[in-house]
Structures are given as C-alpha cells and as structure tokens.
C-alpha cells in the first residue's frame, strides 16, 4: 500500500473480478451517519436517481443529491480514456470505465476500483467521511510514462426523489483547488495532489443525459439531465502519483476535510473496530459477523428533532421508522456490542411517547420532500417491539440505572394499551388479548395501502401482536423484578397468556382473529413471528406443526412468503410500477427478516443442522445485490431482489440468525466433544 494510506489491515476483504464487477445490479453503499450516502454500482455507473452524492439537510431526512458521477478522463499517449461509465439508454454508455475495469476489492466494505488502459494503472478508493456530507475519491496512476488526469463531475441539484427533466442551471465558482457549483444549493469540490502539478480548468459546462437502469425496471422517470464539467487537469510525471476529488453538499456544519487520505484511514480503522467488536461482543468470529457489524453501521443514523440515535429503515429512499428500528436494534447494536447507541436509540423512542405509542416514522410528506417534522403513530407493533428491545438491552448490558429511568414508561405503555389508546388498540377484556384496526388505517407491519385499499387489514387480533403483547407484558414482569419491585400487570400477564390458545384450530394457527370472532386461517409468516417471542404459550405438537406449516408452505432459500403460494390471493411477481409491486408486498413475496423467528423455533427442537441449512442460501445472498448487506425483498417465483437492495432489519436479523446458529454449532459440538 502506498505510504499515504495508513496500513490498516481489513477485518474482511472482498474481491470482484472484472465480469462480476461490471454487474449494474451490484451496488454499494457508503454512509455518513447523519442519513446521507453515496450509492452507485460496483464499478461506479449511476443506475437510479439515487446513484451519487446524497447529503442530508436536516438529520436524516430533507436530503438533496448534489453529484452524479466524477468526470475521469486519463491522458496516455496522446489518446483519452474515459473512467468513468454513464448508462445513456439501455446498455449504451458514455465511457470506457467497465471494459478497462480489472476488478473491485471491498475492504471492509470500502470499495476499491481498478483499471488498466494504456500501459497505466489507475487504482480508485472511495470513502464518506462519517458526519461530513461528503464523498472522498482518492485516486493512484501507476505508469512508466507520464500521464494527465483530467477530473470534474456530472452534477444536478435535487430532492434525492426527483430527477431533472432538462440540465440545471448552475454557476460554477473557481478559486485554485476549490470550485463552488452553486444553485438552489451549493456543492464543493476540493482537489489535493501532492505528487503532481495542477492545471486549473476554466469550467465549461455541458448537458449530459443519464438512464438510470433500477428506476425504469420499477416503472418510475428512467434518465435525466445533468451538468457536466471538467476542473483541473493532474500531471503525474513517470511513475504516477496520486490525487483525491473530495465532493460535499455545503450546510450550515459542513465540516472541512484537510487530509482526505487521513479520512480514509480513520474509516478504515473504524470499520476494523467495528467488526472486531462485533465478534468479540457474540463470540462469533467469522466473515459473515465481520460484514454484517460494518455493514450494520449504516442504519444507525443522528437525528436533529427528536435529537438522538435513529434507524434508516433502508436505502436508498427509507428514512428512519419506528417499527424497524425496535426489530433491528438487536442485531444494529446489542450483537455487535454498539450499548451506548442501543440506550440513545431506546431514549429516542421513549421520549416520544404518545398515549402508549411510539412514531412509526417521523416525517411528513409534502409532494415527495421530507421535512423531518412531525410524527405518525399508526403502528400497533412499534410501541411492543421497544418493550423487546428494551428487555434484551438490559439483558445484554445490565444497565440497571437505564432499568430505573425506563420501566415507569414500559409501564405507561402497557397501561395506555390495556384501557385504549388510538387506532382502536385496547385489551379486550373478555380474554386480555390486544384489539387493533379501524377501517382504512394499516396497523402491523403487513401495512400497505393503496389509496384507499389496505391489501392486508387484519384488523382485530393478529397473532404476532398477542405474542408482542404477551412478551411486553411479560417484560414489565422480569424487569420489575430485575429492580426488586413487584411486577404491576402481572395479571394480564398471565391473562393473555391463557387466551392464546384460541389461535390454535386443532392443526395450525389462525393468522388473525377478527373484531367478530370470524377466523382467517392464511398461511403467513406471522404465527413463526410469535412463537420465537420468550411467553407465546405453545405445546411441542403446535410448535411442531407451525414448523412443518412453514416448511412447505412459506420457506424459500431468502426468506419466508408473505403469504402461501397455495392461496389463490398468492401474487408470484414482485416488480414493475409502485401499485403492482404494492399489491404484492405482503401477498407472497418473499422477506428476509421473519427467517430468523423460523430458526429460533427449529433451534428450540435442537434441529441445529436444519437451521444452518435454512440460513445458508440468505448468507451467500450479500454479495448479490447490495454488496455486503441484504436486500428488502425478493419475489415469490423468481426469487429476485426487490425494494431496498439495503435493508435494516434484513441485515439485522441475518446477523442475529446467524450469530443464534453458530452458538447453537458450538453448544452441540463441545457436547459431542464432552
């Protein structure tokens, strides 16, 4: 490694040749921590109008896309070669950067692209500054003649949602190694070459039209217009040299970036820390937990108002929710022994109470932008969700004094949801199991809604809250006593507890429970979601046929169907416009997350192989779409990757499944050792 770069060994590297590294559909991500991120294809080609710089206005949210792509166009010989790769209209592109493309090296997750032309070799490394709005390209020509590197942008200026019809118009500012590209917002450009001579360039800028692959396979605008420039001009002499592009969306706090290879290896040995943390703290030590913590990193976000730690539930077009964040705390923080960010994160929530709910997201949207104000409580499970996170965060850290300052509001929320609180959530009294769901509003997380059409309603009892209610309550029970104090709805507790078996129909479990008693006995992950909680009451023989259920009906090698292909509502096809892939969503395409509740029921059988074998096929998907992470969803049939190609509770859960078996393989092994 050159002697600008700090030796900082990875805890996991990943390399991609030049055929699979041309893949459009394997894309990476590189986050800041404040909701901002840079995405693009493994290689560098924009492929959605989130592809490029994205930075964040106001924590997390309000965010705005700035740049595109990086000009690079390498002078050898007197001939031009184009680095960098736009999509022009279906596999026409401008520039020869994936034909020349050697292969890209994933350090933990920081990507490195190489690529030879002309007798030269261009090495280019790409980080974001944790904080910093930024994106860093740190750039190594290795030659035996002297070569030119002519460096510049493809830039918009834009809501991260929209795409520009016609090419923005932008000034362009020049002062030496700074160029200021100003329009509705400003964005910076910084060179710093210490082994070569710059030329400063005169912008010129120009139209450049840009199809975005991923945007028109989802049925939305497909290309835009954007501006180009080229900047300066580098002039390495024989030998080579390097050169960095940094690249900011100017804020109120944007911070300067005086030594960007420094940056890279401060994130480069933060990302070392974290995986090795991560092992530690589980006791799993592989590659798959060493991904997983740093990939785990982007999700965990700062937050202006509320201020505090949050989730983005996934990128590129998530912001942080709720729910989301409860079922990923677990993996994103407690796993990989991130303690300090799991109480901010419980904090955040907590102090957002309302009548016994948390936010299910916190923005509100006003023609496509988000303002980052005000709340949206319509969630039946978020609230539940905490009162498991906050259960396993005292287990896993002993934090007695957090024990203290959150159980009189656990209790608060439990209370709240036993005498009635919105959405028409309240205990029933006949039998203390939770009622939820008023027509039109969508409550657990089978939550689509088309206009007026909610695809799932399961308004009433669905199985998966009572399991949540069962274990919050029961929750409220051990923490009270972890504290000394007698428990204050132990009662419910045990009430609850005792009116589960109304599920059970003699050979399966209902899925919900209607307002009217009326049974629907649909095949879904939700009865898998509510046997794995610590209280759902349930014999060897239900457990064993909920087993076998989701076995034939629901498992695939990525996850569980929303909904059992043997359903005639069953809808095999997740993709095309927004309304197609809606009417999908919860109807048989197929989730990652609920996996890891399938395997903690076949590790409670002891059945260790089964589980590996059930997991195996989701390990090996993170080098398949977003690389190092898990993709939102896959459909029914085919099994390809949908939605956010990252995905916060997939990668969370992936991790927690993973880390459940591996411990599970080594309890059996000592024992047969033994």
Known sequence: MDRSFPDVAPAHTHHSGPLSARNPNLEVLLTDGLGGFALSSLAGVPTRCYSGLVVSQSPPVQRFTHLVSPLEILEVDGQRHSLHALELAPDLFEGRGLEILSGVTLHDLLPERVQMVGGARVSRRMVSPAHAGAAVYLYTVDSREAVTLTLGGYFVDRDMHHVHPQAPELEFQTNGDEVLVRGERTTRVQIHAPDAQITSLAPQPFPQRVYYRHDAARGEPDHEYTRGAALWKVHFPAGGGQVALVVQGMTDTTPDIPDPWLAYGQEATRRRELAERAQRTCGVSDDLVATLAVAADAYLVRRNNPAGTSVIAGYPWFADWGRDAMISLTGLTLLTGRFAEARDLLHTFLS?????????????????????????????????????????????????????????????????????????????????????????????WMDVKIEDWVVTPRHGKPIEIQGLWIAALGAEKRLSETLGESPELAKAWAQARGSFGQFWDGQAFADTIGPDDTTDLSVRPNAALALALPDTPATPEQVEAAVRQTETELLTPLGLHTLSPRDPRYRGNYGGPQVLRDAAYHQGTVWPWPLTAYLELLLSRGEVTQARAALDGLSGHIWEAGVGHVSEVFSGDALLPGGCPFQAWSVAELLRGQVLVSRAEAEEAAQKSG
């Open 352 to 444: 957002t109470l309302q009548r016994g709910l948390i936010p299910n997201h916190f923005l509100e949207h006003q023609q496509g932008h988000e303002d980052g104000q005000g709340a949206g409580y319509n969630t039946v499970d978020g609230a539940l969700w905490l009162a498991v996170a906050l259960e396993r965060y005292v287990t896993a850290s002993n934090d007695l004094d957090f024990t203290w300052e959150a159980l009189p509001q656990l209790r608060e929320l439990l209370i709240w949801h036993l005498r009635g609180t919105d959405h028409g959530i309240r205990t029933d009294p006949a039998d203390g199991l939770l009622l939820a769901g008023e027509a039109g509003v969508q409550l657990t």
